[in-house]
């Protein structure tokens, strides 16, 4: 990360409109969850909650939303979400996150979610598309209870495909960490995509020949973590182009990991996972999220 900082020629780090602050908290009021405090620096912004979810109309769907049409050199993004005892929330971004061509330095993206006591959180984004020459560095930091459920998604694709861009990005870093409260760790999960560093990024640990690869966590204490596997496995079978099933370190969960090229069928993929998980966990299905 070092060789690849440096004073760019545009708006350098730290500058207006370079750092993005997201800082959300959730609260139980009454019979639902709601958004009790809220501050949003430019570009981060969120829509206004909203209770679509025919089957928990208690459950505030959030969208994270960039006013710039994507993550640019010298960006720094931090999102702080708090999930407070008892809430139910889902939240998930409007579109794909584009992370554009940076000829100089790189682009940062932090996100700490807390979950407390009893809590049920769905944190599921759009697909993370690198252009040419991009570069971004994603840390993930989930701190659940041991009596909270946290769903957490991440999908990364090859590049612009459209457009005949499969790897050219400069580098793609992620990194994902799950502890407790007090601070042990559960779960790490380390993705390093650099098509020029010494390992091909196509080779059979991790792309191979494929255009996209999703994951989904599920942290929960509602089920056994075979359980949870189990499901994710009968859930993926049938529809999903290759994927991976395992159960989370002490039992607190399971994860999947899909890979294919077809973007739709790795989405139906996603869909149909965090469907299955829904309804063994909460005893309802996915609801179906409207996106520009």
């Not at 994270?64 to 050199?73: E, K, N, S």
């Not at 494929?210 to 075979?226: N, W």
């Amino acid at each position: 990360m070092l060789a690849l900082t440096g004073p760019p020629d545009t708006l350098a780090a730290g500058r207006p409109g370079k750092v993005g602050l997201l800082e959300l908290r959730y609260a139980r009021v009454g019979d639902r969850t709601e958004l009790v405090d809220r501050y949003q620096k430019s570009p981060l912004q969120i829509t206004r909650p909203l209770y679509v979810d025919p089957h928990r109309p208690d459950l505030p769907v959030t969208y994270l939303m960039t006013t710039g049409g994507g993550i640019v050199q010298a960006d720094r993004h931090r999102i702080d979400i708090d999930c407070g005892p008892g809430t139910a929330v889902h939240l998930t971004t409007q579109a794909a996150t584009k992370v554009h061509r940076m000829e100089f330095d790189h682009a940062t993206q932090l996100v700490d979610i807390t979950a407390a006591q009893g809590s049920y959180v769905e944190f599921l984004p759009d697909p993370v598309i690198p252009y040419r020459d991009a570069r971004f560095y994603q840390h993930t930091r989930v701190t659940a209870d041991p009596a909270a459920t946290v769903l957490l998604g991440e999908t990364i694709a090859a590049g612009r495909l459209a457009r005949g861009e499969r790897h050219a990005y400069r580098m793609l870093f992620s990194d994902l960490e799950i502890r407790r409260p007090d601070g042990r760790l559960l779960a790490v999960d380390t993705v390093r995509l650099d098509p020029r560093g010494p390992g091909p990024v196509t080779g059979p640990a991790v792309l191979a020949d494929h255009d996209l690869m999703a994951t989904l966590y599920v942290v929960t204490p509602l089920a056994p973590a075979s359980l949870v596997a189990d499901t994710l496995h009968e859930a993926l079978n049938p529809v999903a182009p290759a994927f991976g099933v395992s159960t989370l370190p002490d039992g607190c969960g399971a994860w999947v990991r899909v890979v294919g090229g077809d973007p739709p069928a790795v989405t139906r993929a996603m869909r149909a996972a965090w469907d299955a998980v829904r309804r063994l966990l909460i005893g309802v299905p996915a609801p179906d999220l409207r996106k520009s």
